[in-house]
């Protein structure tokens, strides 16, 4: 089993543990590894050491929020030379984020403006930021990483695959697009799946996402095809352990008619191969 979303401490927002707590629970649940998410800072450093303590692959990337500079290339190549294999665009600080209401980083100190970030068609083509934007995806595909649209609109997802694709990106990952940002409909989830894109569903939609049941999420899977990822992105102090969220999904979505044999897959096999090198 190889989760692709976790969240762990030190953090901005509570965390159910630590570092070294979330990969001991892992360890004991028998997984090989997992990709270790923050919205605020790059987790490459973080990931290695816990890598070199805990046997397990511990996978670090960089999500583009105004912490690290926002779309910043600098970022991304720091990120990825030091070992980093994932690229989250804009999620804390997408402009989805704000309208929603969803937590952002200037929640915690109003002295913060509420400025977004956003991409192509969004952002208009002659804006400088598209330079940026371009950069990164390059960046991005010279190093075989993995990039993960983030909390960027359908429509920004829709622009992203068509640039990976464009550029020879392999490794492609709509983060739970079902949920509230982007809050893509199956239709379009099938649409990019049969593109190309790996599709992310996560044991939080189903603890914490409002109006979000396991028949909607099944339905994602059926979309998502032989591309379907699951993940926990867990971590909160208000759910499960996050190796016990992922367990609890793959219970729900069976429970639902999918075959169990290929929900494993889609938590173990299908994430790992789209994640290492």
Same mark, same amino acid.
């Given at each position: 089993?190889?989760? /692709?979303?976790?969240?762990?401490?030190? +953090?901005?927002?509570?965390? @159910?543990?630590?570092? +070294?707590?979330?990969?001991?629970?892992?360890?004991?649940?028998?997984?090989?590894?997992?990709?270790?998410?923050?919205?605020?800072?790059?987790?490459?450093?973080?990931?290695?050491?816990?890598?070199?303590?805990?046997?397990?692959?511990?996978?670090?990337?960089?999500?583009?929020?105004?912490?690290?500079?926002? @779309?910043?290339?600098?970022? /991304?190549?720091?990120?990825?030379?030091?070992?980093? *294999?994932?690229?989250?665009?804009?999620?804390?600080?997408?402009?989805?984020?704000?309208?929603?209401?969803? #937590? *952002?980083?200037?929640?915690? !100190?109003?002295?913060? !403006?509420?400025?977004?970030?956003?991409?192509?068609? /969004?952002? =208009?083509?002659?804006? #400088?930021?598209?330079? +940026?934007?371009?950069?990164?995806?390059?960046? %991005?595909?010279?190093?075989?990483?993995?990039?993960?649209?983030?909390?960027?609109?359908?429509? $920004?997802? *829709?622009?992203?695959?068509?640039?990976?694709?464009?550029?020879? %990106?392999?490794?492609?990952?709509?983060?739970?697009?079902?949920?509230?940002?982007?809050?893509?409909?199956?239709?379009?989830?099938?649409?990019?799946?049969?593109?190309?894109?790996?599709?992310? @569903?996560?044991?939080?939609?189903?603890?914490?996402?409002?109006?979000?049941?396991? &028949?909607?999420?099944?339905?994602?899977?059926?979309?998502?095809?032989?591309?379907?990822?699951?993940?926990?992105? &867990?971590?909160? #102090?208000?759910?499960?352990?996050?190796?016990?969220?992922? $367990?609890?999904? @793959?219970?729900?979505?069976?429970?639902?008619?999918?075959?169990?044999?290929?929900?494993?897959? =889609?938590?173990? +096999?299908? #994430?790992?191969?789209?994640?290492?090198?």
């Amino acid at each position: 089993m190889f989760d /692709v979303h976790v969240h762990a401490a030190p +953090d901005v927002l509570d965390r @159910i543990g630590y570092d +070294d707590q979330i990969g001991a629970s892992y360890a004991a649940a028998g997984y090989g590894g997992f990709v270790l998410k923050a919205h605020h800072e790059s987790t490459v450093g973080r990931a290695s050491a816990l890598s070199r303590s805990s046997g397990l692959d511990v996978v670090g990337g960089v999500a583009l929020n105004r912490a690290v500079g926002g @779309i910043n290339p600098a970022a /991304v190549l720091s990120a990825l030379s030091s070992g980093g *294999r994932v690229v989250w665009f804009p999620t804390a600080d997408s402009h989805t984020q704000e309208s929603a209401r969803l #937590p *952002r980083l200037g929640d915690l !100190d109003d002295r913060l !403006d509420r400025s977004v970030l956003a991409v192509p068609p /969004v952002l =208009a083509e002659d804006d #400088p930021a598209v330079k +940026d934007v371009a950069f990164v995806l390059d960046l %991005i595909a010279e190093h075989d990483a993995v990039l993960c649209t983030g909390h960027v609109s359908g429509d $920004e997802c *829709r622009w992203l695959l068509e640039q990976a694709l464009a550029r020879g %990106i392999g490794r492609f990952l709509l983060t739970h697009p079902s949920y509230t940002v982007p809050g893509m409909e199956v239709r379009e989830i099938a649409e990019l799946a049969e593109r190309g894109a790996h599709v992310e @569903i996560t044991a939080y939609q189903l603890f914490h996402q409002p109006g979000m049941t396991a &028949a909607r999420l099944a339905a994602v899977a059926e979309a998502a095809g032989p591309r379907l990822v699951l993940a926990s992105d &867990a971590g909160q #102090p208000n759910s499960p352990e996050p190796p016990a969220a992922l $367990e609890q999904l @793959i219970q729900a979505l069976t429970a639902e008619g999918l075959d169990p044999g290929r929900l494993r897959d =889609a938590a173990g +096999d299908t #994430p790992r191969e789209l994640v290492l090198p």
